[in-house]
């Protein structure tokens, strides 16, 4: 048998999700924050992904010989662990700014459109890149 270890990076965002993996499209378990579990396969080709709802990770496929260990990190869409703190500080920035300058408020709401488009997009068309596998 081959050994393959799945660590999940510890994350704000979907902290509190556990997130379904499939091996060859079929669910084997679900992984919470900052877990690592480790399964055994039978040697040879795999496809590995990832699920959360509707979002997913591109497939990864892997090639495991007999005795051999794989480990593969998973975690969520890039930069997506600078996504929360950025859209807090921002109003923080702003309302600092503003004691000294005053700042219309359609420019905070203008600066928000990057944080929250970004993670529309991770959350529509680019749903299938929402989370991320590599081989550490």
């Given amino acids: 048998m081959?050994?393959?270890i799945l660590k999940r990076t510890s994350e704000w965002v979907n902290s509190m999700r556990h997130i379904s993996i499939y091996l060859n499209e079929k669910k084997i378990d679900s992984i919470a924050n900052g877990e690592t579990k480790t399964f055994e396969v039978e040697p040879g080709k795999h496809i590995l992904r990832a699920k959360l709802d509707w979002c997913t990770s591109k497939p990864l496929v892997f090639d495991l010989p007999e005795g051999n260990t794989l480990e593969i990190e998973l975690s969520g869409f890039k930069y997506g662990r600078w996504l929360m703190p950025v859209a807090l500080?921002?109003?923080a920035g702003?309302?600092?700014?503003?004691?000294?300058?005053?700042?219309?408020p359609v420019y905070y709401s203008l600066s928000l459109v990057p944080v929250f488009g970004y993670l529309l997009y991770f959350i529509?068309?680019?749903?299938?890149?929402?989370?991320?596998?590599r081989a550490v």
Avoid at 94 to 104: K, V
Avoid at 124 to 133: F, I, P, Q, T, V
Wanted: glycine letters at 4%; a positive charge; zero cysteines.
């Fill in 124 to 133: 529509s068309w680019g749903r299938n890149k929402y989370l991320r596998l």
């Fill in 2 to 4: 081959a050994k393959l």
């Fill in 89 to 91: 500080l921002l109003p």
């Fill in 94 to 104: 702003f309302i600092a700014i503003r004691s000294i300058q005053p700042i219309p």
